[in-house]
C-alpha cells in the first residue's frame, strides 16, 4: 500500500455519477472524480449539456464521457449499466446525484406528484444501486455513494425562508432520509463482498437564493455561508478512494456545522 496521498488517488478506476452534468451537485461530483484520475460517465437526461459538460473537462485533461440517463425510467437505468459494462468493463465507483422534482411546498404537492417523485427517487436509486452493484460484487471492490440531504437528518428550519416565498418541498425530506438508511442497507448486504456504500449530507447550496433566505441562512450555520462548487470535492473523493477503506454505512455531514447546533 502507497502513503496517503497515492490512496487518495481513483486512477485506472471508472466512476459513474448519475446527473454528472448538473449544475447543483453533479458537476463538482464528476469533476472531483476526474481531478483524481477517474474515468467518468457522466449519466444524465440532457444529453446537450452533458456532452458540453464531457467535452468542457476533456479540453482540461480529463477522460470524462456522457451518456443518457433518466432515472424514473426503468429501461434508460438498464441501458446505461450495460453501456457501461460493454464500453469501460463496469463501474468501480457509483455516485448517485440525480435527484427527481423538489417543487412546490406542502400545499402544493399532490399524491400524484409524489408518485412521480419516488419512481426516480426511489426506485430509480434503487435500480442503479443494484445494477451497478453486480461487477462490484464480482470483482469484489466498489463504492457507492448517495447524495442525500442534511435535510434527510434534521427537519427544515422555516425562519430560513422568511421574507421570500420559497418553500421547502417535503418529498424531499422524506427522500433524503429514506437514502441515508437504504445506505446503512447496502452497507451491510454488501460488505461482505468487498463493497462500501456511504452517504454525503450537503448543506444549502449557494444558487442565487432570494438575499433575506442567504441572510437567514449565513447568520444560522456556524461557518457564515453556503456550499460552493468546491465544498463537496473533497468529501466526494474520499470516499470514492482507498483512503475511506474502512469507511461503510456512514453519513458524512457537508453542511457547515448546520447540524451541530
Not at 448538473?22 to 444524465?44: C, D, K, N, Q, Y
Not at 479540453?59 to 464521457?65: A, L, P
Not at 444501486?129 to 442534511?150: H, P
Not at 460488505?191 to 447568520?219: E, H, L, M, S, T
Request: aromatic residues 8%.
Amino acid at each position: 500500500m502507497g502513503g496517503i496521498l497515492e490512496r487518495f488517488s481513483l486512477k485506472g478506476q471508472v466512476a459513474v455519477v448519475s446527473g454528472g452534468s448538473g449544475p447543483r451537485f453533479g458537476s463538482s461530483v464528476s469533476e472531483a472524480l476526474a481531478e483524481a484520475g477517474a474515468t467518468v460517465v457522466s449519466a444524465s437526461r440532457s444529453m446537450d449539456r452533458n456532452q458540453a459538460f464531457a467535452e468542457q473537462q476533456r479540453q482540461r485533461g480529463y477522460d470524462v464521457h456522457a451518456a443518457q440517463l433518466d432515472i424514473t425510467d426503468g429501461d434508460s437505468i438498464e441501458a446505461l449499466a450495460a453501456h457501461v459494462s460493454g464500453e469501460f468493463g463496469g463501474a468501480d465507483i457509483l455516485v448517485n446525484s440525480a435527484v427527481v422534482g423538489r417543487r412546490g411546498g406542502w400545499e402544493e404537492q399532490t399524491p400524484e406528484y409524489w408518485s412521480h417523485s419516488a419512481q426516480g427517487n426511489m426506485v430509480g436509486l434503487f435500480s442503479m444501486c443494484k445494477l451497478f452493484s453486480t461487477a462490484m460484487v464480482e470483482r469484489r471492490r466498489g463504492s457507492i455513494i448517495n447524495i442525500s440531504s442534511m435535510y434527510g437528518v434534521v427537519a427544515n428550519d422555516p425562519s430560513l425562508y422568511e421574507g421570500t416565498e420559497m418553500k421547502q418541498p417535503p418529498d424531499y425530506t422524506f427522500v433524503k432520509a429514506g437514502m441515508i438508511n437504504f445506505t446503512r442497507y447496502l452497507a451491510n448486504y454488501l460488505g461482505g463482498a468487498g463493497v462500501r456504500a456511504n452517504c454525503i449530507c450537503p448543506g444549502g447550496y449557494a444558487d442565487n437564493q432570494p438575499a433575506p433566505f442567504v441572510d437567514n441562512y449565513n447568520k444560522r450555520v456556524p461557518l457564515g455561508r453556503m456550499m460552493d462548487n468546491e465544498d463537496i470535492k473533497g468529501a466526494v473523493v474520499f470516499l470514492a478512494s482507498d483512503a475511506s477503506q474502512y469507511v461503510t454505512g456512514t453519513s458524512l455531514m457537508v453542511d457547515g456545522g448546520f447540524t451541530s447546533l
